[in-house]
């Protein structure tokens, strides 16, 4: 059963920055694409970003140039490093997987098959 925890969100004030982390386990191997996306207050859940089998990444535009996306050598660990936040990146951040992934794109968050429980991020004017 594949299992994803996401840490390391937080508060911190506009032009701060914060590093995700995210553990997914228990995925058996294939094509296999991982992702961030988020939930605002009052907003539709959006994509932020995916990396997929072979390191090919992807970003919404909101978010290109500030924020990466990387993994470990053993794509055990998933990272989302935000860079100059604002105000309007303040969301619950979703660590998602997509099992038989197929094309490298930013994939919509009920695309991906599993999901964690998501971690705050409070960014302050």
């Known amino acids: 059963q594949v299992q994803v925890t996401e840490s390391g969100g937080g508060s911190v004030q506009a032009g701060g920055a914060l590093r995700l982390s995210c553990e997914i386990s228990?995925?058996?191997?294939?094509?296999?694409?991982r992702g961030w996306f988020r939930q605002a207050p009052g907003k539709e859940r959006e994509g932020v970003a995916t990396?997929?089998?072979?390191?090919?990444?992807s970003y919404a535009e909101s978010v290109k140039g500030r924020f990466s996306i990387t993994e470990d050598n053993h794509k055990n660990t998933l990272f989302l490093q935000m860079d100059k936040l604002s105000p309007d990146d303040t969301a619950l951040y979703y660590c998602a997987a997509k099992s038989r992934c197929a094309v490298a794109r930013l994939y919509k968050p009920f695309e991906y098959d599993y999901r964690g429980q998501g971690t705050q991020v409070t960014v302050s004017s």
């Open positions: 228990g995925y058996s191997g294939g094509s296999f694409c």
């Open positions: 990396i997929d089998h072979e390191g090919v990444t």
